[in-house]
């Protein structure tokens, strides 16, 4: 069993940054790939980021390349998204998620635990 809790949303003007946190319990956290998904209201939960256990493959959804940043501290149990030029789009609950195994996870079905979400509200 893993569990997952996530800080540091909040309220956030365009052009501003904010990082997000996800703290995992359990052993299995360094073995597997971690990802950061965000849902807008009235909008599918989509990807926004994720990176196998010792960041050997990370992707990003497109909306975001070149804004965010995935990273993980093994050592912590901690996986971060740095979000740096944020726009009003980007505003959305975001969830941190642990995946099945070590792999490119980049799909929800590719995960099996998931945090119970952090507001970013990004303000124009």
């Known amino acids: 069993q893993v569990q997952l809790v996530e800080s540091g949303g909040g309220l956030v003007q365009a052009g501003g940054s904010l990082r997000l946190s996800c703290e995992a319990s359990?052993?299995?956290?360094?073995?597997?790939?971690m990802g950061w998904f965000r849902q807008a209201p009235g909008k599918e939960r989509g990807i926004v980021a994720s990176?196998?256990?010792?960041?050997?493959?990370?992707y990003y959804t497109d909306s975001v390349k070149g804004r965010f940043t995935i990273s993980r501290d093994n050592a912590k149990n901690t996986v971060y998204l740095q979000m740096n030029s944020l726009k009003p789009e980007d505003t959305a609950v975001y969830y941190c998620?642990?995946?099945?195994?070590?792999?490119?996870?980049?799909?929800?079905?590719?995960?099996?635990?998931w945090g119970q979400g952090t507001q970013v509200t990004v303000s124009s």
């Open positions: 998620a642990a995946a099945r195994g070590n792999y490119y996870a980049t799909q929800k079905s590719d995960y099996n635990y």
């Open positions: 359990g052993r299995t956290f360094s073995s597997v790939a």
């Open positions: 990176m196998t256990r010792n960041a050997e493959l990370t």
